[in-house]
Structures are given as C-alpha cells and as structure tokens.
C-alpha cells in the first residue's frame, strides 16, 4: 500500500539555525500538507501547497516558514531561523485530486530546538 | 469556520468492555468527518470517514462511527475493547475549500485500556 514517508525521524538542531523537513508524498497525490502537533496538544494546520505553490497558510506559518517541491517527488518543509517554540513534531500528508479524498499521513519529524 | 470537541482526554476501559469517544463539531457548511488513531511515536492513520451517504461508518479494527447531524455529533465506537486498543485517537471535521480538505483536529482522547 503507498504510504507517505518523512525524514528523519528525529531532528536535533540548535535555536537560530535553519532546518529541512523533507517529505516524499504517495506518487499521484496532487495536494500536499504540513501540520504541526506540539506535545500534548493537538494537530494544528500548517500549510497546504498544490500545482507548485501555496493554496493556504495559518497564522503559524509566518515568515520563517517556506515550502517547495523541488524535484517532483519531494516536499520540503524550510524553517529559517528556529526558535524553541518550534519543538514538536511535524506531520507531511498528502491527498488525491478529488475533493472528498483523506489525507495520507506521514509517520512524522519529531523536531527539538534546544 | 469550523471546530471539533472531544469528551475527555483520556478515558479508560476494561480489556472487553465497550468503547466509546466522544466527538461534536461544529461547521458552517456539510462536513465531512474523520477518526484518526495514533499510537506512541507514529503518525495519523485513519481510522474511518464519513462524507456523504449511511451515517454509520464502519472502519479498521472493529470500529465504527455514527454521524448524527441533529446533535453535531460523531462518536467512534466499539463493542470490546483490545489491549492493542490503546493509543490516542483525533475526530476531525473539514469541508471542501477547492479540491481539498480543510481539516480541523481535536484535541484528542487517550484511550487506557485495563487488563
């Protein structure tokens, strides 16, 4: 069965530096996600990204955030400058090209900023 | 806009005993609900969806989830409970916005299940 696939697993980096979360979607998926699940609370939306750029964004996602598919296959998720807010664990999905289709989720990135 | 409660952030149950989760939402539009599961350090698998059509929806490992529009509500349910039960489960409410799904998560409801 596809399934979408992240990595790494596990993301140690130190407060200011900058981060690649990568992300390879299920193949003939057309829409891809990021969310964000901080611990103990709940999965919060981050962005959804589709035909090459970015259909809608949270108000989490500000600047420091950015997004790209730069091969065809993998979707990156950028963080510029981390802080320790941005501990938590990441999630990638992505979704078929009709409306009522689930999103797949990926095993997730757990990101800790120390 | 669109939300999603759940009753309880953890409930336990016997091992056999029935389960039940709750989950209510609220959205300005026809919804379209989900039950993820979630065990310890993996990601969201779905357990079961409704979009249109029967209101009880049958999903993976013996759970099913019944949508009653009357009282916003979309509870996930099973007969008896497993050891391999336990986990964290999210209910989640979207709506189209384009060609996709704009979900909105809960909070989610850790399930202890006692031997």
């Known amino acids: 069965e596809p399934e979408v ?8 980096t130190q407060m200011g530096q900058e981060v690649i979360l990568r992300c390879v979607p299920i193949s003939n998926h057309l829409y891809f996600y990021w969310y964000r699940q901080i611990l103990g609370q709940k999965v919060e939306f981050l962005v959804s990204f589709y035909n090459n ?3 809608e964004k949270s108000e989490i996602f500000d600047d420091q955030f950015s997004v790209e598919r730069p091969d065809g296959s ?6 510029r400058s981390t802080k320790l807010e941005d501990s938590a ?7 078929g090209g009709q409306v ?15 | 806009a669109q939300s999603v409660t759940q009753l309880g952030s953890h409930v336990s149950v016997s091992e056999g005993a029935l389960v039940l989760l709750r989950c209510n939402y609220s959205s300005s539009v026809p919804p379209y609900l ?7 350090n993996q990601g969201l698998q779905l357990l079961l969806k ?7 929806v049958k999903g993976i490992n013996g ?3 019944e949508f009653k529009k009357s009282e916003t509500s979309f509870h996930l349910t099973k007969p008896s409970a497993h050891m391999s039960d336990a986990a964290e489960y999210f209910c989640a409410v979207s709506f189209a916005s384009g060609g996709y799904q704009k979900v909105t998560f809960g909070t989610g409801t850790k399930l202890q299940v006692i031997p």
């Open chain 1, 5 to 12: 696939t992240q990595t790494p697993s596990h993301q140690v």
């Open chain 1, 53 to 55: 750029e970015i259909s």
């Open chain 1, 74 to 79: 993998n979707f990156t998720l950028k963080i």
């Open chain 1, 89 to 95: 664990m990441y999630f990638c999905a992505s979704s």
């Open chain 1, 100 to 114: 009522e289709n689930e999103q797949y989720f990926g095993p997730g990135t757990r990101l800790t900023v120390t």
């Open chain 2, 34 to 40: 989900f039950w993820y599961v979630q065990y310890p």
């Open chain 2, 50 to 56: 409704y979009t249109t059509g029967a209101t009880l």
């Open chain 2, 63 to 65: 759970f099913e989830a």
